[in-house]
């Protein structure tokens, strides 16, 4: 990934949490309600694990580690 200052990654980052969510309420109305259409399900839930390594990659170029 290349270099992103601190304010662009925060926004971005939020960006990123925000759709992961707004893609879990759909998984989770699309699943309460039939019939499911379990294809859309799939694809939906492969682009939130997109999502979720996105974030995890973003979190760790803004927050360093600490080490104890």
Avoid: F, Y
């Amino acid at each position: 990934m290349h270099e992103i200052s601190q304010k662009e990654g925060q926004k971005r980052l939020a960006e990123l949490q925000l759709e992961h969510r707004a893609l879990n309420d759909v998984i989770v109305w699309l699943t309460e309600h039939r019939p499911v259409n379990q294809l859309q399900i799939q694809r939906l839930k492969k682009r939130q694990l997109t999502l979720k390594d996105k974030i995890t990659c973003l979190e760790r170029l803004l927050i360093p580690d600490i080490i104890a």
